[in-house]
């Protein structure tokens, strides 16, 4: 069996590491932490999607989005524009798909919101539960989704990321 080479590389950020993984052209994941904190559940990730990957540190690979992540942080991106593919189920990618098309840059939706925008009004659980299983951290904004009352709730990593990056953003706006 043939291996499948996945390249990784971390970066510093105002929210700490990332992880930038791709497949030498298109962004599979990233994620908050380091290769060595993720690296158990990389490996459940790809039993589950990609057989016989094996993991290389090749920041070359994952420049142009580093770029571009090092410029939404400095507030010179409102979006990102490099190759991505995500990998979950039709659900997943279904409220993946409608919160990157729907939410805009320093807007905020509910999950009740989100559920009902894909025909589930009463999703709102499994709206979070898939926001939660997010491959693209910041590309596929889960951190613009807030509870039906306006709080910041069910950020998987962590309230006060979700705080910065939402601050960030409508700081941001206002320079516009």
């Known amino acids: 069996m043939e291996q499948t080479t996945l390249y990784f590389a971390d970066i510093d950020t105002p929210v700490g590491p990332m992880l930038i993984i791709n497949d030498g052209n298109t962004v599979l994941r990233i994620d ?8 158990l559940q990389l490996q459940n990730w790809t039993e589950r ?16 989005v580093i770029e571009q992540l090092n410029e939404y942080f400095s507030g010179e991106r409102l979006a990102f524009s490099f190759e991505w593919k995500v990998y979950g189920t039709p659900f997943q990618k279904q409220v993946w798909e409608t919160l990157t098309k729907e939410v805009a840059y320093g807007q905020t939706l509910s999950y009740q919101d989100i559920a009902k925008m894909i025909g589930r009004p009463q999703g709102s659980r499994a709206v979070g539960r898939a926001l939660n299983k997010n491959p693209l951290s910041i590309v596929i904004p889960c951190h613009r989704v807030v509870g039906k009352n306006g709080k910041l709730v069910g950020y998987d990593s962590g309230v006060e990321r979700k705080r910065y990056l939402l601050q960030h953003e409508q700081k941001m706006l206002k320079k516009i």
């Open 49 to 64: 999607y990609i057989e016989n990957a094996v993991f290389l540190h090749y920041p070359e690979t994952c420049h142009e």
């Open 32 to 39: 908050y932490g380091t290769f060595e904190e993720l690296e």
